[in-house]
């Protein structure tokens, strides 16, 4: 077992991050040390690499980023007895307090005093993380390997497509990112009729139809609500499920839900969006829910049994493999866009 | 049986009313002709008196007005069997058409093509209404006579108070009109914990402390995030249940919303409202309903129950009560605000 | 339009049916009359035909039966505007009453008033039947013209899976008649993970295979309570979708239910059963459902969007299809067992 | 700090309790040692005094009984940072595990491997007991302390009560001991319109009108079936509460059951129930459910806020308060019936 490891932190205020050396961690009586095998790049760290406005309020350098993995147990504390070492697992990577009114409610996912690893936290763009052992995620060798470095995202998208009903439903998903190229798949898997989907970039659309899109829009071409309202005689979608955080979109999508319909907002708005509650809200008896991260732990066993169970082809997401050295390459990439979920692997590529 | 009767009519575009003598109106075989007792005025009636906007949009003259009343069947149709002459009603005004998408998924209260009796459709000032039998709602003894003319409203209230759990819950309550005052009182009856409740008016303020809110206040006055908070333990409220349609009662509402909490909304706004949608509703994990209406009939059976239990004390609500002919000095308190549900007694008070 | 047509009747108290030939139905004003194209038979039909307790209760000759069926309108009455001549369509059999306590609250389903067409009132083993609007479901082209034909029971199919959470869910389909088949099939389309179904025929066992059973098991040979504990870790099922009417399967079911696991029950037992409450229900803090017919009309809803979108392949289902007149072949098939669902033409089956 | 304590064990095999002198339990890091204020006998604790068959399978002795409890935190381990001492609380006495799949749902009350201080575990007739912090509950001091005591029994009736809609339903509680008694006072709390109740004993129907029970019957000499569905118009109730684990009472509860409704199953039958399924639950789509425990902790939660809000009158329930030494005193009067909640204070009543 070495002392030190390669980690990637921001280190100090300001763009870009770096690699560097530093102690692995050492674990309490009730922490699980994993050894990462893969990692993946979340918007969110593109944000923290860009050291935007949020990065600059939120994160406290130094810290060790990375929240989407999967890796082996190395070793765990006494207490623990869920896992062993060698065990293949993940975490959630959202730390819940236990003991607030959210926490007691059994919605932890939106706990009053929540952190996260890889933000607050030394996180998983390192040879090895610190989990606590209530957090990690076992998992079962049916599952690909690959699949197993993007729960995390995947979680979102769980959680946002099976927080109403699905089966036998119209869909529209607005922005297809990674999380929206995942609700697709997701929603046919669990039965929705017709998918409808909204993305200006070309290459997602192509990608979203491959995740089983039935219709796909161009909002700078088409006229999305035109075109939806005519493929669903006018009456709209059961259900909106908002993942580009784009104030027009979310406008799109709230003016072809149908009247009793739900809309599920994951995406992120950078400001105040003008919404008109009456004609799209309080007329149409709509449901509109706030989705954030993943419930703990029941979207875990969903996903997980989804993917088990071999119900939703993820490979179309998928972009390079790299060794976490190479992260600015990876970085470099993302941020020209397009790049699909990249894997770093800390340990190598190869191990 | 007469062959003529009295009705308040919007006879031509412009403001005012016009009360006048019509054919009392004859009935289908599925339809139900009701001798009015009592009917009270809505706000949306004092719209349509003004000729706001969006009555200038709605009301196609002439038309007899009034969607709030109680009276005694006089008439059916041959194939009317659930109610017959001398039985004690009131009616659901809004008439849905019975194989629209929504109809057929039983939310037959936001129907694609509703129209409303007293509204698109004679209604209830008038000494008769007719009305559809499926509409019709008979009453039971044990209700207060004076209470079965504001069902509507009252169905409005348990509609948004039911919409959520509502047992031990913290409530608040923004705006205490008429259907925030039934609100108080019903969520009381059905087992919240605190109510809290904004309101501008002193009047109204009083009453919805009689209404049973353990906490009343005055967003001119007090700071009611601030205050709402201190109350929980800045935790905040479970339920938000938006009567005012105001976009600062509505925003406030929200800053206090607890995270997964629910906010119900049924007041109108006139204009968009802008929402902190990331801190206020998804980062919450919030739920946000509009509501309309009442459901059918569901909410007519709750509140029934509520009432011929007499669970709900709508006593402290009630103004005068007038002969129709004597409307203008009804509408006339009314636009001088805060003169509680009157009454108007179509065949007279004694009657 | 011919005055008489064939139709396939219960004439007498005793074993058999008759084909007859009867005047056509005529309809009133809120009437529908339709011309069968193709009907299916129902074991409640072989009930019937074989005049068992049930029947001899219920059934009240002279009664054309026949409750499964698809057809084009042939004429609508005066107050009909949802349908037009030509239309094809099948209808949901159960006539709610409207206006009893379960009607009002959107429990049509289970309508304290209910009657059956093809059961109390005369079905579709006929040229023509009459059904009332309010009743008639439209059919979209895409659905493939058989599967219309069977539709009522694909409803009691839909209406148990979905009546709980599917998507990610375990599954036991207890029972592998026609209903079981199809409730493997909309679970699989409905994202469950793993389903497992236990039969005795080994016909049914090979069709439940290819409805997308993951594993058949034969109660007289297998041990499903073992195996199904060992498959799921222990752990057991989370949805328990109850078929046969067995006691036996009904107390091997609750064995394998997980705690927290919902128990849906549509199998007909014709005895009392007894159940271990405290072990399969309170202790495991169980949900059993009883499941009735198919909700109106959110279950006609679900499964033609189901259907039209092609998620659901009814094919194995099929047996073979015949004129009306043969029905005693048809009959003689079905009470041997095992001939799926056969099709009678009663217009002929070229028309 | 004392280093010896008093505690009522069950120190071998067979009949009775013996007061005995034990260590002061000493605490982990993640515990919370609590001096017992008061503490109440629960129906379990006879059986177990009795030694009964059930007793005689779970039971291990020695072990210290006891769990419906308060008291006031002694000293704390080192991790545990929600209370502190001085607080006074009372405490979830059921032990989850945290990672077995009930437990990653949020159903820790059905715990696949649950144990239970008081039973498995030394619990709380001592003078101090020792708990895990994650069960630990802060008390309101807007609670009265003796309410404090039964919050076990409590948060069952709690747990039954609001397992489904309650607000303006129809409410039929079978059995009135303890938790049946809590039950009604909780429904009417809620909102429920109509209670109705059985129970034998003359001295428990008269609590159970105190309580609020609007009819309260007597199955020995009443017919509870024809007085409840001629009370409700022959429709039934919306909802059972069933607390005997009659095998006639629970029988009798489901035939005035309404279609549509609920029934949920919280008392325990010593035998397996037959059941009428077809008439009772299928043709009715009814709902059961099995009832265990309390939520852990949405009951707690919503216990505590009804209490801390004054919404429910307990005092009836409560009988003597003795010292701990007086048990056998305690535990014959509950073995004679109707002694109500004995307290029993194991540090003195005065202190």
Redesign the interface.
Known sequence: MPATMKALRKTQAGKGLQLEVVPVPSIG?TDVLVRVKATSICGTDLHIYGWDRWSQGRIKPPVTLGHEFCGFVESVGEAV??VKPGDFVSAEMHLNC?????C????A??C?NLRIIGIDIDGAFAEFVKIPA?NIWKLDPAIPEHYCAILDPLGNAVHTV?AGA?????VLVTGCGPIGLMSIAIAK???S??VFATETNEHRRKIAKEMGADLVLNPLADDPVKKILQATG??GVDALLEMSGNPGA?QQGFKVL???GRAS??G??TE???????QD????????????GR?M??T????T??L??G?VNLQPLFGERLDLEDFEDAFAKLNRGLAGKILMYPNGIQK
Chains 1, 2, 3, 4 share one sequence.
């Not at 007691?104 to 919605?107: A, D, K, P, S, W």
């Not at 809200?281 to 954030?292: D, E, P, W």
Request: proline share 4%; glycine share 12%; net charge positive.
């Open positions: 009586p007895t869920a236990g003991h607030c009114h959210q007691r409610l059994g919605e996912h939106i009053q209530t099976l699905i089966a036998g439903q119209t898997a669990c039965g009729s017709t006018g009456t979310i149908r009247a009793g907002l994951l992120i708005p105040s969006v003008p919404l008109d509650l009456v809200v309080i007329f149409k008896g709509a449901t509109v829910q706030g989705i954030y419930r732990y029941n875990w066993v969903q996903m049994a989804l088990k169970a119900r």
